[in-house]
């Protein structure tokens, strides 16, 4: 019921836009993986499947399916990834594309973040549908339609397919690993973030903005709010409502046709750890640990900004030095080295600061309202302590020097307006958390 309004449908929605979603069928529940032969009949396919899998993953649910193929007497090819720790880059990647042949009619995806990132675009690049089976209710990209990959050491997103459906059993998801339960939650928790950030966008940049996407993420977060004490226990409910949420905020996404509802400047500071973990040679952590920890900072920023009236805002603009743009270039490739030339393609300077001081006092209003809306970074920090999830930089490794080199610089990586933004304008990036 929850999804069936949303896919297969064209909505034509106030904000102008007509929505639609390409995802054929969402099955999320006991026994979901059962239906997979029903799904793939429905869908029209016969025959010739691609199945990919990591070795966690073959373990725990392409086994069965490679053996129910079998008894079909389908034909089927299959990629298993046996590395641990395996990333969506160039090497995974050209690996994949070589193993799936011309005849495959389906590429059936069994796992999570790497191997539905990995699969889902080499479904788009193959031009051939793609299902994914989730393994771990760890993150919300089930339903996106684009790419997270790590290519030349930077991560970017890439235009990709979204599923033709998805299938979560909530038998296989309550015993994926504890910790990547709580990163689904973490991932969800961002939400308060992203919601505040995209709507900044809306009052300071005019940015595309949409009243039935940001309602969607917001009952996708109170589906996962609401599971606290059921995700301790592994409760099938709590699974289940944790992994409708995920879900929803996928569709939120393609709804929008970017991240920009689901991903601000939590997922920024987020990646850019990432980034500087992978070109460490560090072991990397869970998507969501990252975007939660990162959460509890961003609204320790919008906490501060509740506290300030317009006066004391036009105060901080006056004293702000802006930054030329040779300057911001400079500090790019001093922090992004090899792939600062990246970062400044994508985004160097935004040489519209006049006109945007001039709407940050304007609209000083509504945007104390939003910080006003936002959650207490303790309230957030005890939410996520609450799972059991981490809940400081030092909870995953990350030292007081990387959470200030990534406070001041990850906005570079996107062209988004966030909070990090606007505390740059008000010459407050140094801000102490
Ligand atoms: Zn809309
Ligand atoms: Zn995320």
Not at 35 to 53: C, P, Y
Not at 125 to 142: E, Q
Not at 300 to 314: A, E, Q, T
């Given at each position: 019921?929850?999804?069936?309004?949303?896919?297969?449908?064209?909505?034509?929605?106030?904000?102008?836009?007509?929505?639609?979603?390409?995802?054929?069928?969402?099955?999320?529940?006991?026994?979901?993986?059962?239906?997979?032969?029903?799904?793939?009949?429905?869908?029209?396919?016969?025959?010739?499947?691609?199945?990919?899998?990591?070795?966690?993953?073959?373990?725990?649910?392409?086994?069965?399916?490679?053996?129910?193929?079998?008894?079909?007497?389908?034909?089927?090819?299959?990629?298993?990834?046996?590395?641990?720790?395996?990333?969506?880059?160039e090497s995974a990647?050209?690996?994949?594309?070589?193993?799936?042949?011309?005849?495959?009619?389906?590429?059936?995806?069994?796992?999570?973040?790497?191997?539905?990132?990995?699969?889902?675009?080499?479904?788009?690049?193959?031009?051939?549908?793609?299902?994914?089976?989730?393994?771990?209710?760890?993150?919300?990209?089930?339903?996106?339609?684009?790419?997270?990959?790590?290519?030349?050491?930077?991560?970017?997103?890439?235009?990709?397919?979204?599923?033709?459906?998805?299938?979560?059993?909530?038998?296989?998801?309550?015993?994926?690993?504890?910790?990547?339960?709580?990163?689904?939650?973490?991932?969800?928790?961002?939400?308060?973030?992203?919601?505040?950030?995209?709507?900044?966008?809306?009052?300071?940049?005019?940015?595309?903005?949409?009243?039935?996407?940001?309602?969607?993420?917001?009952?996708?977060?109170?589906?996962?709010?609401?599971?606290?004490?059921?995700?301790?226990?592994?409760?099938?409910?709590?699974?289940?409502?944790?992994?409708?949420?995920?879900?929803?905020?996928?569709?939120?996404?393609?709804?929008?046709?970017?991240?920009?509802?689901?991903?601000?400047?939590?997922?920024?500071?987020a990646h850019f750890?990432?980034?500087?973990?992978?070109?460490?040679?560090?072991?990397?952590?869970?998507?969501?640990?990252?975007?939660?920890?990162?959460?509890?900072?961003?609204?320790?920023?919008?906490?501060?900004?509740?506290?300030?009236?317009?006066?004391?805002?036009?105060?901080?603009?006056?004293?702000?030095?802006?930054?030329?743009?040779?300057?911001?270039?400079?500090?790019?490739?001093?922090?992004?080295?090899?792939?600062?030339?990246?970062?400044?393609?994508?985004?160097?300077?935004?040489?519209?600061?006049k006109e945007i001081?001039?709407?940050?006092?304007?609209?000083?209003?509504?945007?104390?309202?939003?910080?006003?809306?936002?959650?207490?970074?303790?309230?957030?920090?005890?939410?996520?302590?609450?799972?059991?999830?981490?809940?400081?930089?030092?909870?995953?490794?990350?030292?007081?020097?990387?959470?200030?080199?990534?406070?001041?610089?990850?906005?570079?990586?996107?062209?988004?307006?966030?909070?990090?933004?606007?505390?740059?304008?008000?010459?407050?990036?140094?801000?102490?958390?």
């Amino acid at each position: 019921m929850l999804f069936e309004n949303l896919i297969n449908n064209e909505m034509a929605c106030k904000c102008g836009v007509n929505h639609s979603i390409s995802i054929k069928e969402i099955i999320i529940g006991k026994g979901a993986i059962n239906k997979l032969e029903m799904v793939i009949s429905k869908l029209g396919f016969t025959d010739n499947f691609h199945i990919v899998a990591d070795a966690n993953t073959y373990k725990v649910a392409a086994n069965q399916v490679e053996r129910k193929f079998l008894e079909r007497s389908y034909n089927f090819t299959s990629t298993v990834f046996e590395k641990k720790d395996l990333i969506a880059d160039e090497s995974a990647l050209t690996r994949l594309l070589n193993e799936i042949d011309d005849e495959t009619s389906c590429i059936i995806a069994v796992g999570s973040g790497t191997i539905n990132d990995l699969s889902r675009y080499a479904a788009f690049k193959l031009n051939k549908p793609y299902l994914i089976i989730a393994t771990a209710p760890s993150m919300d990209g089930y339903a996106s339609s684009v790419s997270p990959l790590i290519i030349n050491g930077f991560k970017r997103t890439y235009s990709a397919i979204a599923p033709i459906a998805i299938i979560g059993d909530t038998d296989i998801l309550k015993n994926a690993p504890y910790e990547m339960i709580t990163a689904g939650f973490g991932d969800m928790l961002g939400k308060y973030i992203s919601l505040s950030d995209w709507k900044l966008g809306y009052y300071i940049c005019n940015e595309y903005y949409c009243e039935a996407i940001v309602s969607i993420v917001e009952k996708a977060l109170k589906l996962c709010i609401d599971q606290i004490e059921g995700l301790k226990r592994r409760e099938d409910d709590a699974i289940e409502n944790l992994m409708n949420g995920l879900v929803l905020s996928g569709l939120a996404m393609l709804m929008a046709g970017n991240s920009r509802p689901a991903s601000g400047s939590e997922h920024h500071l987020a990646h850019f750890w990432e980034m500087r973990f992978i070109s460490e040679g560090k072991k990397q952590i869970l998507h969501g640990h990252k975007v939660g920890v990162a959460s509890v900072l961003m609204a320790k920023r919008y906490n501060f900004l509740s506290m300030l009236d317009k006066i004391d805002v036009i105060n901080y603009l006056s004293q702000a030095t802006t930054v030329s743009e040779d300057d911001t270039k400079a500090r790019i490739k001093e922090v992004y080295g090899s792939i600062a030339n990246e970062v400044i393609q994508e985004n160097a300077y935004m040489d519209y600061v006049k006109e945007i001081n001039r709407k940050i006092v304007e609209e000083w209003a509504s945007i104390k309202e939003i910080a006003d809306k936002a959650p207490l970074s303790n309230v957030l920090k005890s939410i996520l302590e609450a799972v059991e999830a981490p809940s400081s930089p030092e909870d995953i490794n990350i030292s007081g020097l990387l959470v200030d080199e990534g406070s001041k610089n990850c906005m570079y990586a996107r062209n988004r307006y966030t909070v990090l933004r606007l505390f740059d304008q008000l010459g407050l990036i140094d801000f102490e958390c």
